[in-house]
């Protein structure tokens, strides 16, 4: 929000408090308390009466430091708040004549104490991130609304940009932009988001989370050019400053902090089929795509039965509608014979002509108005109700709903929608403030169904297609863009929106192949294709047309059936990539500044990204089949075509529809697959080993893990002169005998010597 009218005015409306200068402090065992003076204080005097700012410092975890600032402490504060991971880490107060310093690890919060020379720096070591300063952190009360917000605004340098702060559509990078972190069901043409998260991080490295699932504010370098202002409504405003050291680094700790994502199924990297959405269909109609996949030899991994699997206007009611389905077990079980899982979509509506809504509004299971009606609305399902997952007893019922589909056959849900939450005279059962419930309901939501799939299908076979998300949600995967259009311009906004979400520490992430609303051309369709099948997964989904790839021509099954073979040979390395997302917290798509932040040519890619720490991928957006992309340093090869390319300049290319820019990274150890109908087999037994270029000294490593995620072969390989040696160790499964991987060059690598395999 905007308080300011240009640099030395306040819009006319707004009264203004602002820390100016140091009051005083103390020490609370692992909390620093600083109190600042809104105005000028050189005598006694003038400190009676005015307001004073607080500001607390705490620390959840070695180098994050938590800044609480506040005007009057005495407002009630309601929930829900996002959980952090709280590791009590050892903190330190110095204090000299001039400064408090405040210090987790190695990360330092500096307080200026000279009169009017209020300043708060932060510090990694003696590098400074950022800082906050004049006119920056205070108290605003809106005289023609009475309203009152909390703002702090935060220094970048010239050279700095900002990202993140959730799925966003609009330009990857974020300077310039006003950012309402805010849920909503907007499509991905447009400012809105379905999933917000007010946390951003800098190509300097490090981060900004804001503690407040609220509606907050964002001006990014739009207010004042050079601070990223940020405020929300209330007496308070908490952020944490969250210094990982490097854009990787910071996005690790960040999901160190608010938590990892789960390791999805090896299955669920294989091709998923939808119904589509208001397509007519029935079994026959579902058989006939499933064995049309099988002729056409494209092998597919989930089917996935959109809103019509129930009768109309009774979403959600969890019965399929009998008169197209008329034995749903008896399918799954035949589905599941031909090597199918099945996905069925759901959300928290209750129509109120479902036989549930009766049920759930007398047990006071949906979410009511201050006079103790059923909120109700029309904007989905006529007359739906919410389910309140704020109460035990209604996330119980629900669950229980969703168990008998689950001992039925069904194996994981796609959880729509959960933006459209109500905030206007609202009561929860919890007490819950409405507004901030409104961004994190989805987090109680998704939490519900996901922890559900884990009790009934074991760990590790958890997985839900998520749209909406707040922070922790990537805790829940998998999560989708929502909402896409069938042309070039949606199919790049997607994109940016799939490496912003990853900037916000989601591992995994899905688009509607193709485009959701109308129908794609053969050419986008295919484009789309290559990338979505070089996503972490893949899914053919639309509106109102099927998305079977013979209805656009007979050049797409060719084009799906190529890249979803692919993708499955490419398991060991996409595997162990998700693997380190779930344990590290590094997600599977990457922007290019987070693997090559030296390279600054790499800060504003957005139509490019690493897919795992080894393979750079380029879409292809215009139906010339022209692409523009750049290399960073070393010599690469394209995995499809063999070509090499010397890095560190902008490459111009062409490719048909069975080629795009794959390209693998120098010193590279790229594990593959030798099965390819199936994205889940065993890695370290059906295994081939290629070498990318090295250069003389080069050392690499990578790890095959099994289809729990654990380790079961390490690989090394160091280049000396004019040998290569790669070692195999056997991690684990040693009472079976793996034998060696056959160890090959790229094609298109220069080097000419002895591979020696041991």
């Known amino acids: 929000m905007k308080f300011t009218n240009g640099l030395w005015l306040m819009r006319k409306e707004i009264d203004p408090s602002f820390a100016v200068q140091y009051a005083d402090h103390r020490v609370n065992g692992n909390e620093l308390i600083v109190y600042a003076a809104t105005s000028r204080v050189t005598n006694r005097s003038q400190g009676v009466g005015g307001s004073v700012i607080t500001v607390r410092f705490t620390s959840p975890m070695e180098d994050v430091i938590r800044v609480a600032v506040s005007h009057y402490e005495g407002a009630v504060e309601k929930g829900p708040r996002a959980k952090v991971n709280d590791t009590a880490p050892e903190v330190t107060v110095t ?13 330092s919060a500096v307080i200026e104490k ?26 605003m009360r809106n005289g023609e609304t009475g309203r009152v917000y909390t703002t702090e605004q935060l220094g970048i340098d010239v050279d700095e940009y900002v990202y993140g702060l959730g799925e966003r559509f609009t330009p990857f990078v974020k300077n310039g932009q006003t950012v309402e972190i805010w849920q909503a069901d907007g499509g991905t043409a447009s400012e809105q988001a379905y999933k917000n998260i007010p946390f951003y991080v800098t190509n300097k490295g490090y981060g900004i989370l804001v503690d407040d ?22 007496e308070r405003f908490s952020y944490y400053v969250i210094n990982g050291r490097t854009p990787k680094g910071t996005v690790q700790k960040y999901t160190e902090l608010t938590g990892k994502p789960a390791l999805p199924p090896a299955w669920s990297f294989g091709l998923w089929l939808s119904t589509s959405f208001t397509t007519n269909y029935n079994e026959e109609t579902t058989s006939s795509f499933i064995q049309g996949m099988k002729d056409r030899d494209i092998p597919l991994s989930v089917f996935h039965f959109d809103c019509f699997w129930m009768k109309g206007y ?28 099945i996905c069925v979509w759901i959300n928290s509506y209750i129509g109120q002509k479902s036989p549930l809504f009766d049920e759930a509004m007398k047990n006071g299971y949906l979410i009511k108005k201050a006079n103790g009606d059923v909120w109700q609305s029309d904007l989905w399902q006529p007359g739906m109700g919410e389910v309140d997952f704020t109460n035990p007893e209604a996330r119980a019922w629900y669950r229980e709903k969703l168990r008998r589909l689950l001992r039925m056959g069904v194996d994981c849900f796609k959880t729509d929608f959960g933006e459209r939450i109500p905030v206007r005279d609202i009561v929860y059962y919890d007490g819950s403030d409405p507004v901030k419930m409104h961004n994190y309901y989805t987090h109680l939501y998704n939490e519900a169904v996901f922890s559900l799939l884990k009790e009934e299908r074991g760990e590790g076979e958890a997985v839900v297609f998520a749209r909406s998300a707040t922070v922790g949600g990537q805790q829940f995967p998998v999560h989708w863009g929502g909402d896409c259009s069938a042309d070039y311009v949606s199919m790049a906004e997607t994109l940016r929106g799939g490496l912003s979400l990853a900037l916000s520490g989601f591992g995994f992430w899905s688009h509607d192949i193709s485009g959701f609303e ?63 997302s779930h344990t590290i917290g590094t997600p599977m798509l990457r922007p290019m500044f987070v693997e090559f932040p030296e ?36 010599r690469w090869i394209n995995l499809l075509t063999g070509e090499a390319k010397d890095g560190g300049t902008w490459q111009h290319e062409k490719h048909d529809y069975m080629s795009l820019p794959l390209m693998v990274r120098p010193n590279t150890i790229l594990p593959m697959g030798t099965v390819d109908d199936r994205p889940d087999y065993d890695y370290a037994s059906n295994l081939a080993v290629y070498l990318s270029e090295f250069d003389d000294g080069a050392k690499a490593e990578t790890i095959v893990p099994d289809l729990k995620g654990q380790p079961v072969l390490k690989l090394t390989a160091k280049r000396s002169g004019s040998v290569i040696d790669v070692a ?7 009472d079976r005998e793996i034998a060696l991987p056959e160890v090959k060059l790229l094609p298109g690598c220069a080097f000419s010597g002895e591979i020696r395999v041991k």
Not at 97 to 105: D, I, N, P, Y
Not at 219 to 234: L, N, P, T
Not at 607 to 615: A, S, V, W
């Open 114 to 139: 000279g009169i009017g020379a209020w300043a708060v720096r932060f510090m990694d070591g003696d590098r400074k991130l950022t800082s906050s300063g004049f006119r920056a952190e205070g108290h």
């Open 314 to 341: 009774e979403w959600c009611n969890f019965e399929w509608d009998n008169e197209v389905f008329p034995d749903p077990e008896d399918m799954i079980r035949r589905y599941h014979e031909r090597g199918l899982k």
């Open 518 to 580: 109308s129908t794609a051309t053969p050419d986008l369709y295919k484009r789309w294709c290559q990338f979505g099948l070089l996503s972490s997964h893949s899914r053919l989904h639309g509106s109102t047309s099927y998305r079977v790839p013979w209805l656009f021509d007979d050049e797409a099954s060719d084009v799906v059936r190529k890249f979803t073979r692919l993708k499955c040979t490419l398991m060991p390395y996409l595997y162990q990539a998700a693997v380190e």
């Open 95 to 107: 204090e000299t004549e001039e400064q408090l310093v405040f210090t987790s690890g190695k990360t």
């Open 213 to 234: 699932e609220g509606d907050v504010q964002f001006e990014i370098c739009s207010e004042k050019v050079g601070r990223v202002c940020m405020s929300a409504e209330g």
């Open 728 to 734: 195999v160790k056997q991690m684990r499964g040693k």
């Open 599 to 634: 390279e600054k040519a790499c800060d504003t890619l957005d139509r490019q990204y690493m897919f795992g720490e080894d393979l750079l991928v380029a879409p292809i957006f215009k139906a010339s089949g022209e692409v523009d992309y750049y290399l960073p340093q070393g």
